[in-house]
């Protein structure tokens, strides 16, 4: 029902930044991001409310990504700074349909995801 289109993934070097970008067909809830590495379970990353005013972060990145919105163009942006290889994996946007959980964590609790695009960070 609800498309989401990823871009920004790429290769960097340890210290560097990336900027992802994520833009849904229609509006939406909450929007986040949550990556995966090989061999380890997805984890959530970041997530945004619907109106942009509330964010919450997962602690190993807290200090260098920010995520942003722009509700017009129901599109959410992840700016990654400083990056460090154990940043590596594939992030996928993931957008909260019909949902009444106020800004989640968990995937779960998603009703929408993008294709995911991988972010490799070299040392």
């Known amino acids: 029902q609800v498309q989401l289109v990823e871009s920004g993934g790429g290769l960097v070097q340890a210290g560097g930044s990336l900027r992802l970008s994520c833009a849904a067909s229609t509006s939406t809830e909450a929007m986040g991001w949550f990556r995966q590495a090989p061999g380890k379970e997805r984890e959530f990353v970041t997530a945004i409310s619907w109106n942009g005013v509330a964010t919450s972060y997962a602690d190993s990145v807290k200090d260098r990504f920010s995520i942003s919105r722009n509700i017009a163009k129901n599109t959410i942006y992840l700016q990654m700074d400083d990056l460090k290889p154990e940043d590596t994996a594939v992030y996928s946007c993931?957008?909260?349909?019909?949902?009444?959980?106020?800004?989640?964590?968990?995937?779960?609790?998603?009703?929408?995801w993008g294709q995911g695009t991988q972010v490799t960070v070299s040392s």
């Open positions: 993931a957008a909260q349909g019909r949902g009444t959980v106020f800004l989640p964590t968990t995937a779960r609790e998603y009703d929408y």
